[in-house]
Structures are given as structure tokens and as C-alpha cells.
């Protein structure tokens, strides 16, 4: 029993201790030599030290605090409550004396000025000119209506006309006096729309307005038809003494033209689209019945619009 004892007890005999290096810090980069860690340590002492002596502020050290001199630097002088903005500048409050406006209410303190209108010239208008050709049909109502044409052209667009009996053209032209710069192309739609066939009335609208235009297309365009057939869809478009076009023309608010297989619509943009879509209808061979009951609801969609 001894001897099984001694043995457990050599069994559980520890190692011996394994050999330490010299110098323990040369194989670990982490740790600093002992001399470097007291060094520290001593600073670290010493700083305590210093901020223990240190006396803590009191809210009532603010008075006796001495006034420190004004460091001397270039540009305006600025006060420290003044706080300037993102460009620089420092806003102060300024004392004014009593200000008496002279004037009612309703009268400005002053009154505003009034420029003089440009002149074409100041605009930058150049000479230019308009020709409109004249078919050989439009010559006789030409002749007979125009001084009428004229009268809005010369007297309120300020413009220059004149016939161009060679060349069978109406040839237009801006002068010094004319004050639109478009004045002239208007005029040039005035003419044309008359060369095409509208009324001196209906044309003259162009004028005054700036909302309306001019659609052209042929009835071949929509169907290919030739012959007694084209002549029949002429004649379905116009109607009885006309019956149908004028329906058409009230309905929408606008002014058609046929001249030979050739439409012509003057109106507003969406005002031709719906004259444009009952005249399609009859050319595709649609009676004018149903024609009718459309234009119906159209003309009640308008009113409800206005």
C-alpha cells in the first residue's frame, strides 16, 4: 500500500519551470521596456497633479475676468455679438426719425416710368415681303372686293399691298410704321384664306384672332373615288343648297371651303378635328342622318363647355 502510494504521488509530480529569455521585451514588439512604462507613468503622475492644482470655474468668475486687448486685423471693424451672413455682411439695427409720406392712401410716393414702345427697327424687323399667288378662279372676287381687303391691312396692321398683275400675285411688304413683327404673316394667312375660297368676313378673323387655322385635304386622300362617284360624295358633303355644309359649320364653329375634290376647313385646332371627322364620315359613304345626330352631341358637348 506504501509503494502504491509513493507511486501516485511521483505521478503527480509538476514539470520543472521552462528556461526564461534575458531579456523578456526583445521577442514581443507589443510590450515597451520597463524603463519606457515608469517614464510614462511619472508624466501621467504629473499631469494629475498640475490639474488638481487648477482651480474650477465659478459662474461668478465672469466678472472679474480682465478684458483682453482687441487683436488688430485688416478690414471693417465687427462687433462680436454681430453675426455676419453666408456673404460676409453684418446687419445692424439703425435709428430713423419719423418719415412722412405726402399723399393719400391710394396715391404711390412716386410715380412709375413710362418707356416709349420699340420701333421695328429697335425689335431688329428687317424688309420683308409676302406674294401670294391668285388662281385664275379668285381673280373676279378679288377685283370686285379690294378696297375691302385693303382697309384692315394698311390701316391696322400698317403694311404695304399691291397687285402684281404679271406675275398674278398679291405681294405684301412691312414698312417703318408697323409695330407687330407678325403682323405680316397674318396678313399673308388673311390673303390666303381668301385665295382658297372663305368669305372677305370669315377671313378677316385671322386678323384679330390668334387661335385659328387653316386644313387642307383632298377627298381622294380619304377614298379613292372617281367619277360620277366623286361627284355624288361632292355633292353629299355639300348637301341641298348647301344644307349639310352649313350644319357642319354650325355645329363645330368653323367655315369649310370645296373647291373641286379639295376641303378646306378654317377654325380652331380641336373645333377642324370634329369638322373634319363628319366630313370623313360622308365621304366614306355615311348617310347624313347619322351625320346629324352626331353634330348634335357635339354641339350640346360645346355649349356645356362655354
Given at each position: 500500500a506504501n509503494s502504491r502510494a509513493l507511486s501516485r504521488i511521483k505521478l503527480?509530480?509538476?514539470?520543472?519551470?521552462?528556461?526564461?529569455?534575458?531579456?523578456?521585451?526583445?521577442?514581443?514588439?507589443?510590450?515597451?521596456?520597463?524603463?519606457?512604462?515608469m517614464a510614462k507613468a511619472s508624466a501621467v503622475e504629473a499631469a494629475t497633479a498640475e490639474a488638481a492644482a487648477v482651480p474650477v470655474p465659478m459662474d461668478d468668475d465672469d466678472d472679474l475676468e480682465e478684458p483682453k486687448e482687441e487683436e488688430q486685423s485688416y478690414g471693417p471693424m465687427r462687433r462680436n455679438q454681430d453675426?455676419?451672413?453666408?456673404?460676409?455682411?453684418?446687419?445692424?439695427?439703425?435709428?430713423?426719425?419719423?418719415?412722412?409720406?405726402?399723399g393719400g392712401e391710394d396715391e404711390a410716393p412716386y410715380q412709375k416710368p413710362e418707356f416709349a414702345a420699340l420701333t421695328p427697327k429697335q425689335q431688329g424687323m428687317k424688309k420683308q415681303y409676302r406674294r401670294i399667288s391668285v388662281p385664275p378662279h379668285r381673280m373676279t372676287p378679288l377685283k370686285t372686293s379690294w378696297m375691302s381687303l385693303l382697309?384692315?391691312?394698311?390701316?391696322?396692321?400698317?403694311?404695304q399691298v399691291r397687285m402684281n398683275t404679271k406675275r398674278r400675285a398679291?405681294?405684301?411688304r412691312n414698312s417703318e410704321e408697323t409695330e407687330d413683327v407678325g403682323s405680316l404673316q397674318k396678313a399673308a394667312d388673311y390673303f390666303k384664306a381668301f385665295m382658297l375660297g372663305f368669305d372677305q368676313q370669315d377671313a378677316i378673323a385671322l386678323l384679330r384672332l390668334d387661335d385659328l387655322f387653316?386644313?387642307?385635304?383632298?377627298?381622294?386622300?380619304?377614298?379613292?373615288?372617281?367619277?360620277?362617284?366623286?361627284?355624288?360624295c361632292i355633292g353629299r358633303i355639300a348637301g341641298k343648297d348647301g344644307k349639310t355644309k352649313y350644319a357642319i359649320e354650325n355645329a363645330t364653329r368653323t367655315r369649310i371651303s370645296l373647291c373641286e375634290n379639295k376641303v378646306h376647313i378654317l377654325g380652331s385646332f380641336a373645333n377642324i378635328r370634329l369638322a373634319r371627322d363628319s366630313v370623313c364620315?360622308?365621304?366614306?359613304?355615311?348617310a347624313p342622318g347619322k351625320v346629324y345626330t352626331k353634330l348634335r352631341t357635339v354641339s350640346k358637348r360645346l355649349q356645356e363647355r362655354i
Amino acid at each position: 500500500a506504501n509503494s502504491r502510494a509513493l507511486s501516485r504521488i511521483k505521478l503527480f509530480v509538476p514539470p520543472p519551470p521552462l528556461p526564461q529569455p534575458k531579456e523578456p521585451w526583445a521577442h514581443r514588439a507589443h510590450r515597451k521596456p520597463p524603463g519606457v512604462r515608469m517614464a510614462k507613468a511619472s508624466a501621467v503622475e504629473a499631469a494629475t497633479a498640475e490639474a488638481a492644482a487648477v482651480p474650477v470655474p465659478m459662474d461668478d468668475d465672469d466678472d472679474l475676468e480682465e478684458p483682453k486687448e482687441e487683436e488688430q486685423s485688416y478690414g471693417p471693424m465687427r462687433r462680436n455679438q454681430d453675426k455676419p451672413d453666408a456673404n460676409g455682411i453684418v446687419f445692424r439695427p439703425t435709428e430713423v426719425e419719423d418719415v412722412v409720406i405726402e399723399g393719400g392712401e391710394d396715391e404711390a410716393p412716386y410715380q412709375k416710368p413710362e418707356f416709349a414702345a420699340l420701333t421695328p427697327k429697335q425689335q431688329g424687323m428687317k424688309k420683308q415681303y409676302r406674294r401670294i399667288s391668285v388662281p385664275p378662279h379668285r381673280m373676279t372676287p378679288l377685283k370686285t372686293s379690294w378696297m375691302s381687303l385693303l382697309q384692315p391691312v394698311v390701316e391696322h396692321l400698317k403694311l404695304q399691298v399691291r397687285m402684281n398683275t404679271k406675275r398674278r400675285a398679291v405681294e405684301i411688304r412691312n414698312s417703318e410704321e408697323t409695330e407687330d413683327v407678325g403682323s405680316l404673316q397674318k396678313a399673308a394667312d388673311y390673303f390666303k384664306a381668301f385665295m382658297l375660297g372663305f368669305d372677305q368676313q370669315d377671313a378677316i378673323a385671322l386678323l384679330r384672332l390668334d387661335d385659328l387655322f387653316i386644313e387642307s385635304f383632298e377627298i381622294q386622300d380619304v377614298k379613292r373615288l372617281q367619277g360620277d362617284h366623286l361627284s355624288r360624295c361632292i355633292g353629299r358633303i355639300a348637301g341641298k343648297d348647301g344644307k349639310t355644309k352649313y350644319a357642319i359649320e354650325n355645329a363645330t364653329r368653323t367655315r369649310i371651303s370645296l373647291c373641286e375634290n379639295k376641303v378646306h376647313i378654317l377654325g380652331s385646332f380641336a373645333n377642324i378635328r370634329l369638322a373634319r371627322d363628319s366630313v370623313c364620315n360622308l365621304i366614306l359613304g355615311s348617310a347624313p342622318g347619322k351625320v346629324y345626330t352626331k353634330l348634335r352631341t357635339v354641339s350640346k358637348r360645346l355649349q356645356e363647355r362655354i
